[in-house]
């Protein structure tokens, strides 16, 4: 780790103030940042340390219906805030599947939706790499690739992004409100996040000194609690990232399917909302038919970007597997595994 | 969940749990669990200062330049070290003490034969000054082609290593002319022994004399490594080691980094500390080697084997020699008159394989067991009655007799407790839901290694009791073994009992490896002990000044601390009573396992090289550890994904010294074999040989979410030709046979053969 300056301002305009400096990075639970400052694979020059920043670690109610998750609050207060986890399950579900349990209690949520890829060769700085070094090249494109993209991606990165908490955000249409040099946006999460094009670098649609301040999910994201499941296949139980996963919300109307979401992780450089299979699915009957035209529908433009073909029918089967999961309706209790396909073997562990 | 089945002679009948045999738990919980146990590294020393090292971004070429300036300028420096400032260092002898070359050692190398080679260090006054100064060294190379692994299409098919042939009968004859013929493939790739605690140490020169503080499974043949590197007495280089957090075979020698190091503090003359980082744990030593063998097995009809073609290839590195020996299961499982084992090692640019917990019999066991259970159903016999058929009464190979073999045993009882007659033995036959459920079974055994060791037993003046020896305690229970043992023979409470370990300076032991150390030293504890105790009574029974004195007895009894006439009827006194009474502070005794006229060159030899192992074929007997394996294994239907669900492990270790340590290592190596069947690889880049998964997110072990309960069951029964204390060997045993009993429940779930380790989701979707 290089040496670099550690501020800690007091308000958020002086945060961001502080940040729009060439060479800065907040500093949130650091549970990616100082990883990545250990490895080399950034060396910022100046922290600015948010985590005493007043306010946003609240997660309050909106006036018009809604709720407003501070960027601070960690990911696993949020997923275990009972009455969060009633109204959003699907979002809940996905916390408790990511990283481990020290991890989730330092992780914030606006350093989840801005951690970095877990390519490998974005994490070794003895290779090409186009993220890490725009121009150097791709070492995955002919690489070891076999978790890599299948939608979206370029011959410039064919990196994913590895968040577990954005897919069912991005599905249930969640908002990210920033603060920056010029005052306060907000941005759509399926906005934020970009494709690697020929910037990979360019990861969001963030400017020097943008603060993410707060996620807020809209009034009828609730609507979905009945029928809302999140669904991750990795190779281990616990403690590994997505190879795919799915979230699926929906609603049924006399077996039919009155509103549906989908989104799919771990297949792209950005949590990817499905909204062709939406489409198909809205007003057809709940059944399994629609969910293999949807499953179709979701995965028509996917391309593997190398040794990866098989990450396509596997998205295809979770896309099944997580809307008829959702159909059956959302568990009374959070499963001993969440998100697990594996949650009913008997003896099944509550520590995933 | 564990079950005792005390028919079979656990040697826990009755113990009391201080006793050998005992359940006593770790003596060196408490220290761990609450952080006060301290590791090597965590030595804190005046002066200390820290290195880092660089490694070799190619596979193979030379250096061709190494620019320092930058780092020499960086603040905190006070070394930069490249391969042409480390001179004066002698190529050491090899753990078989091997008289080596009469040439120099570079620990940092100009030419490189693997990706992570160390070319350069720096030293600086702190561990972040060091790091922050690595990154500005550059290294330019002449990259020549590599071959970075096995499949590599340079590979060739390697050199035959003679050795490992082992032939009877004329088994390519009978294989032709069988009725039944299989023949099948089976992979390993490269597998790490991951330990939590990563290689690295302190090293502080005064004067010629060298003391390394290093996690190490044989400080004396470490220490021995280090006096040749740097041509100092053996007698000068301490090595200390007290805890050890976790080895699995890589912590037995001493390694380049450690040269460095201590070149660094003799040149510096400050004690210098080098841990490696987590991904050179990848490339600092060698995992175990990836593998290919094929199988092939001639029957007759009703399943009995005729004949056994083994083929066995390994990597090895391109200047040094590792083989994995793949017949030692093959050879010794089943009973058949055709048999015909070969080897080849191949050439690849990798840092030099080593030992990972099995070496040899894990992977063998892979190819054999999967084998067998191929032919079950090319025959259409039940796996487990196939085995049984086909059950070696004697060592096949070595036709002498099983010294103990209670595999008959470990097979019915497993059988019993998992509930095998249930199964339905149809591939794809038992579902729940989505998933498919599949019942495998497999056996596994280990040789008994046999060495040597020394210890010291002292009795002392408050009536407590000393134990030291050099052996080692990773984790194993060596310590609570050793207090036990000292226990009982003394008839003192364990918990009077300090066991000293881990400093080169106590009595000496040899390399903590193929689950030899139990034995070797409670066999030393338990004679020390004897003779502190015949001192004690002796003294008792003569001195003027004892109580027992006028008794005219010709011994007495020493229960829970306490000195008694066998009848009861004269006095009772505690140890600490008698020895003020007649004046001694303490009582003494040495005690080894060396035959009786050892030479001082021979005890040398036998604890710094592992020449003097015993075979375990020595005189009448073949001698192993045995176990069986029933597990259920869940794949999801639509996703691939496997999960062991159930798992029941019968095993014959001899008598155990303490089942509750011995269970828990069991339970280990079954936990690693779960590892190794379903997640564990190290991923070769194709380009530069680096190992792309060289992290813990991303070389995948089992979580405790991925592990159900682990039955496992004692069948041992004491076994006299094995050690002195009748145990065989714990440590090794229980991950034979894990990955091959998966493989097979995973074709009885799905119907698929996986013969490529690890079994991940893309090949059974
Ligand atoms: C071994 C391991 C396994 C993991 N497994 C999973 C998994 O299975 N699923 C999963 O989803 N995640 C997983 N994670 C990732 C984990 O969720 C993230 O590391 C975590 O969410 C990051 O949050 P943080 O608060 O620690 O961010 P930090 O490390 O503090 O910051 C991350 C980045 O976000 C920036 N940042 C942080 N907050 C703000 C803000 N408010 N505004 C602007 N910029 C900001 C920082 O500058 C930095 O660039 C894993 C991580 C590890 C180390
Ligand atoms: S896929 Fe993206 S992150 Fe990975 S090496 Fe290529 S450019 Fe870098």
Not at chain 1, 39 to 65: C, F, Y
Request: proline share 6%.
């Amino acid at each position: 780790m290089r040496d670099f300056d550690y501020i800690r301002p007091a308000t958020i305009p002086d945060a961001v103030a502080a940040a729009a400096q060439p060479g800065s990075a907040y500093l949130a639970g650091g549970t990616n940042l100082l990883d990545l400052m250990k490895g080399g694979i950034t060396s910022p020059e100046r922290i600015v340390d948010i985590t005493r920043l007043p306010e946003l670690d609240r997660v309050e109610e909106l006036p018009e219906g809604g709720l407003r998750i501070g960027a601070l609050v960690r990911n696993a207060d949020l997923a275990h805030d009972p009455s969060f986890a009633k109204a959003y399950p699907a979002v809940a579900e996905a916390l408790l599947s990511g990283a481990s349990a020290q991890l989730r209690n330092a992780a914030t949520v606006g350093g989840n939706l801005l951690q970095r890829t877990r390519c490998s060769y974005f994490y070794d700085t003895a290779s090409p790499c186009n993220r890490r070094e725009p121009g150097s090249g791709c070492s995955a494109l002919h690489g070891e690739n076999r978790l890599h993209a299948v939608l979206g991606w370029s011959e410039a990165c064919i990196a994913t992004h590895p968040s577990d908490f954005c897919v069912p955000l991005v599905a249930l249409d969640a908002v990210v409100e920033i603060e920056g040099k010029d005052g306060r946006r907000h941005v759509t999460l399926e906005e934020f996040h970009r494709l690697p094009g020929q910037t990979p670098q360019r990861e969001t649609v963030l400017e020097p000194g943008d603060l993410i301040v707060a996620v807020r999910l809209p009034a009828e994201a609730a609507s979905f609690a009945a029928n809302a499941r999140y669904l991750k296949v990795r190779e281990r139980t616990s403690y590994a990232f997505a190879v795919v996963s799915a979230a699926a919300a929906l609603t049924v109307e006399g077996g039919r399917i009155r509103a549906a979401r989908l989104a799919l992780g771990g297949v792209a450089a950005k949590p990817w909302r499905a909204r062709a299979a939406e489409a198909l699915l809205i007003g057809a009957p709940a059944e399994e038919a629609s969910f293999l035209r949807a499953a179709d529908a979701a995965l028509a433009e996917a391309t593997p970007s190398g040794d990866n073909a098989f990450k396509i029918e596997l998205a295809r089967r979770i896309v099944v597997r997580a809307l008829t999961s959702a159909l059956a309706g959302t568990p009374a209790l959070m499963p001993a595994l969440p998100a697990s396909p594996f949650s009913n073997i008997p003896g099944a562990r509550h520590d995933a | 969940m564990t079950v005792h089945i005390k028919s079979h002679g656990d040697a826990s009948d009755g113990a009391f749990a201080e006793a050998v045999g005992g359940r006593l738990s770790r003596v060196d919980g408490p220290a761990k669990i609450t952080g006060a146990a301290r590791y090597a590294v965590e030595q804190q020393l005046d002066g200390l200062v820290h290195a880092v090292l660089v490694d070799s971004t190619i596979a193979a070429g030379r250096v061709r330049a190494i620019e320092t300036a930058r780092a020499e300028a960086a603040p905190g420096v006070l070394k930069v070290l490249t391969p042409d400032s480390i001179v004066g260092l002698r190529t050491a002898s090899d753990w078989f003490g091997t008289p080596p070359p009469d040439k120099p050692y570079f620990p940092l190398a100009r030419d490189i034969t693997f990706s992570g080679q160390h070319v350069a260090a720096v030293v600086a006054e702190t561990f972040e000054q060091a790091v922050a100064a690595a990154a500005l060294i550059e290294i330019s190379y002449d990259e020549t082609p590599a071959i970075v692994d096995l499949n590599d299409a340079k590979a060739g098919d390697g050199i035959p290593v003679d050795a490992m042939t082992k032939e009877w009968g004329d088994a390519p004859a009978a294989f032709a002319a069988a009725p039944v013929r299989i023949c099948a493939a089976y992979n390993t790739p490269r597998e790490y022994q991951a330990p939590m605690e990563p290689h690295g140490l302190i090293a502080r020169w005064e004067d010629d004399r060298l003391t390394v503080w290093e996690p190490s499974q044989w400080l004396d043949g470490m220490a021995r490594t280090y006096a040749e590197w740097f041509s100092v007495p053996f007698e000068n280089v301490r090595l200390v080691s007290p805890y050890i957090g976790g080895g699995f075979g890589s912590k037995a020698l001493a390694l380049s980094h450690g040269a460095v190091a201590a070149y660094a503090a003799r040149m510096l003359g400050r004690p210098v500390k080098l841990v490696l980082t987590r991904p050179q744990t990848f490339t600092g030593y060698g995992g175990r080697a990836a593998t290919r063998q094929t199988v092939t097995i001639g029957a007759a009809q009703d399943g009995l084997i005729q004949s056994i073609v083994h083929r066995g290839v390994n990597e090895t590195s391109i200047d040094g020699m590792w083989v994995e020996p793949l017949g030692s299961v093959t050879s010794i499982m089943y009973a058949t008159p055709n048999f015909s084992s070969r080897q080849n090692v191949v050439r690849v640019n990798s840092v030099v394989p080593g030992a990972m917990r099995a070496p040899g019999e894990n992977p063998s066991a892979f190819g054999i067991e999967c084998a067998i259970d191929e032919l079950a159903y090319e025959v259409g016999i039940d796996p487990l009655e196939i085995r049984l058929r086909n059950y070696a009464e004697q060592d096949p190979h070595a036709r002498k007799a099983w010294s103990t073999r209670q595999l008959r045993e470990a097979f019915a009882t497993g059988a019993e407790r998992f509930g095998w007659a249930a199964r339905t033995p149809k591939p794809r036959s038992m579902r729940d839901g989505n998933q498919l459920i599949g019942w495998g079974v497999a056996a596994g055994t280990y040789p008994v290694r046999r060495a040597h060791g020394e210890a010291i037993v002292r009795i002392l003046a408050d009536g407590s009791v000393e134990v030291e020896s050099s052996s080692i305690d990773m984790g194993q229970g060596t310590y609570t073994i050793l207090a036990q043992t000292a226990a009982e023979t003394l008839g003192v409470p364990a918990d009077s009992v300090v066991v000293k370990l881990g400093d080169s300076r106590f009595p000496r032991a040899g390399v903590t490896g193929g689950s030899r150390l139990a034995g070797v030293m409670t066999g030393a504890v338990y004679k020390a002990a004897t003779s502190a105790l015949d001192q004690l009574v002796g003294l008792a029974i003569s001195d003027p000044r004892s109580p027992f004195h006028a008794l005219q007895a010709n011994t007495l009894v020493v229960a829970n601390g306490r000195i008694a006439s066998p009848r009861g009827d004269g006095p009772d006194v505690s140890i600490a009573e008698l020895l003020s009474g007649i004046g001694l502070d303490r009582i003494e005794a040495s005690g080894d396992t060396m035959p009786a006229n050892s030479t001082a060159e021979d005890r040398y030899k036998n604890y710094t090289t592992i020449s003097m192992a015993l075979p375990h074929t020595e005189g009448d007997y073949s001698r192993h550890s045995w176990c069986a394996h029933f597990i259920e294994v869940r794949v999801d239907e639509d996703f691939g994904t496997v999960r062991v669900s159930r798992v029941v492990s019968a095993l014959d270790s001899g008598r155990l010294y303490n089942p509750k340590l011995a269970e828990s290592q069991w339970k280990g190596g079954i936990i690693m074999g779960i590892g190794q069947a379903l997640l564990e690889e190290g991923i070769v880049d194709r380009r530069h040989g680096r190992i792309v998964n060289n992290n813990l997110a991303d070389y995948l072990v089992p979580t405790n979410a991925d592990i159900p309960d682990i039955e496992v069951i004692s069948v041992g029964i004491p076994d006299p030709h094995s050690s002195a204390l009748g145990g065989k060997g714990v440590g090794e045993l229980a991950i034979v046979g894990v990955a091959p009993a998966i493989a097979n429940a995973v074709f009885h779930a799905t119907g698929k053969r996986i013969r490529d380790l690890p079994i991940t989701l893309e090949k059974l979707i």
